[in-house]
């Protein structure tokens, strides 16, 4: 009795490894950033600029059908600005993360996705105002870098097994920093359009 459930026990893992199979994938996006911030005494809910993000990772489950997995993802953006009163507040940033994925591909091939994990995010703030003349005094500038949780949700398309469309909504929550914190780093939203190539 003890053999025969061994068996079917051996069985079952077998059957399930077949099937779930390795999917590395790579791939890219780019679009829209906002912040969320508290600087100069007041909350600025959308601070707006441009990002772009390089993803690397792995799937296991099948082609069509519920698959799960990791992934490491680098963002950056060069600019994101708000100007107040003639005050020019600038950020820029990056952030790493490492990400857990779950992701389902109808037999459509329309798909739906999400992401969580953690990012180390790194924001750099810079203030100027512009004289008459057209002149940019450099006021001053911090920087700083926070671990935060991370996530997303994401709608796409898989054109073939290999490549597919996505866009997706992330959110890094870092807080609302202000007046009264050394750390200028805010919560950071992203809708980005992207491109995924997957090996398998």
Not at 98 to 103: D, E, F, N, Q, S
Request: charged content about 10%.
């Amino acid at each position: 009795m003890i053999k025969k459930i061994l068996f079917v026990t051996a069985l079952t893992f077998s059957s399930t490894a077949t099937f779930a199979q390795s999917m590395p994938y790579i791939g890219g996006d780019a679009g829209i950033l906002s912040l969320s911030s508290g600087i100069h005494g007041m909350f600025i809910p959308w601070i707006s600029g441009a990002n772009g993000r390089v993803f690397v990772g792995n799937l296991w489950g099948d082609t069509h059908g519920f698959q799960y997995g990791v992934e490491g993802a680098a963002m950056y953006f060069p600019h994101a600005s708000i100007d107040l009163f003639g005050l020019d507040t600038a950020f820029s940033g990056y952030s790493l993360s490492a990400l857990g994925v779950a992701k389902y591909v109808f037999n459509s091939g329309f798909l739906v996705l999400g992401k969580a994990g953690v990012a180390y995010l790194h924001e750099k703030l810079k203030d100027s105002i512009e004289t008459d003349d057209g002149i940019t005094i450099p006021l001053g500038s911090e920087s700083g870098s926070k671990f935060a949780p991370e996530a997303a949700i994401g709608i796409g398309y898989q054109f073939n097994p290999k490549s597919e469309l996505d866009l997706t909504a992330d959110s890094i929550f870092a807080g609302y920093p202000n007046e009264n914190t050394n750390n200028p780093v805010a919560q950071t939203n992203t809708l980005n359009l992207g491109f995924t190539y997957h090996f398998a």
